[in-house]
């Protein structure tokens, strides 16, 4: 795969401009309930982006804006749900949790661990149908102690069904540190319980992040079974907006934000390689400006009329 090294950049400071403009609908009490970022994993998302089809699934979870935007989904409709309106994906029922876009095969949950039972769905209607696409389920650390990732795990890999886990191991479920609740070193070693492939990738690194993506969708999708990639990665704010996060000390708050924040890192190796400064710089600047414009238009569309709470809630059968 020939990596874009710009385009790579460009996608994941647009992933960070996006969650920097649903940051400022906390205080002002435009989005309700926990929002949860994902600043510090764009790499992950990134790299999805470069591997994944219209037709492939992708489950996500609470934390889940930068899945959407790599599976495809319509930035604007999808912030737009985040804020509730209208004009959201979910017409502003859905929220900044469970946001729900059929055309791009893209949905999510706030029920940790919840994420692997849907696509494990998906993937067995793919082999049922005999359809070339892979369904991605996509868990926190946190999440993989739980039963629904074992059961999945297990049930995928016994009828050879095209599952890819993709954990995004920020090391902290909630204010619980990982390695206080797992003897392992980490989770890409379980997949050998299950015959399945594993491996481990450091989450921050981008260009190392395409390659171990590209090559679990690729051994999945060809027919090799579920494949479990953990991502090792820190997310730099609270568990949510508004977490007063004291579970975790300033100096190594500091210390990852220096050593792992994916766009430094990146910026710093490109510049290395000869990129220049003030491109870089631009790119930056245009993607805050987009979010920006974005949210300042979307703060315009229309909230649902409260008499319609309970339409689009259920199935209607005919």
């Known amino acids: 795969m020939k990596l874009n090294e710009i385009n790579l950049f460009r996608t994941m400071v647009r992933l960070r401009a ?13 989005i309700h309930g926990e929002l949860h970022t994902s600043i510090g994993q764009e790499a992950i998302g990134a790299a999805m982006a470069q591997s994944l089809t219209l037709h492939d699934a992708v489950v996500s979870t609470h934390r889940n804006h930068y899945h959407a935007l790599a599976k495809g989904v319509p930035p604007r409709a999808l912030m737009a749900e985040i804020f ?27 029920i940790v661990g919840a ?9 067995y209607n793919f082999k049922l149908k005999g359809l070339p696409y892979i369904a991605v389920g996509i868990c926190g650390d946190g999440a993989t102690n739980h039963g629904t990732f074992h059961e999945c795990l297990n049930m995928a890999a016994a009828w050879g069904l095209p599952l890819v886990c993709l954990v995004e ?5 909630i204010s619980v540190r990982f390695s206080d609740v797992t003897a392992t070193p980490g989770i890409a070693e379980r997949a050998a319980a299950y015959g399945a492939f594993g491996r481990r990738v ?14 679990v969708a690729r051994y999945t999708r060809k027919g090799g079974g579920p494949s479990l990639l953990e991502a090792t990665c820190y997310r730099h704010r609270g568990h949510y907006e508004g977490d007063h996060d004291n579970y975790r000390e300033r100096a190594e708050k500091q210390r990852m934000r220096a050593e ?6 990146y910026r710093r190796m ?3 390689r000869g990129a220049a400064e003030d491109e870089l710089d631009q790119i930056v600047a245009a993607a805050k400006g987009e979010m920006s414009a974005m949210l300042a238009d979307i703060r315009k569309d229309a909230m649902p009329d409260p008499a319609g709470a309970m339409d689009h809630v259920f199935a209607e059968v005919v």
């Open 18 to 30: 996006f969650d920097e403009a649903c940051i400022e609908g906390v205080p002002t009490f435009e």
């Open 84 to 110: 509730e309106k209208e004009t959201g994906l979910c017409r502003g029922r859905g929220g900044h949790m469970h946001p729900f876009d059929p055309e791009h095969n893209f949905s999510a949950t706030g």
């Open 115 to 123: 994420s692997l039972p849907v696509a494990l769905g998906y993937a």
């Open 169 to 173: 191991n920020n090391q902290y479920a």
């Open 202 to 215: 450091d989450g921050t690194d981008v260009e190392e992040v395409v390659k171990a993506f590209a090559e």
């Open 260 to 265: 792992m924040d994916p766009i430094a890192r």
């Open 270 to 272: 490109l510049v290395e």
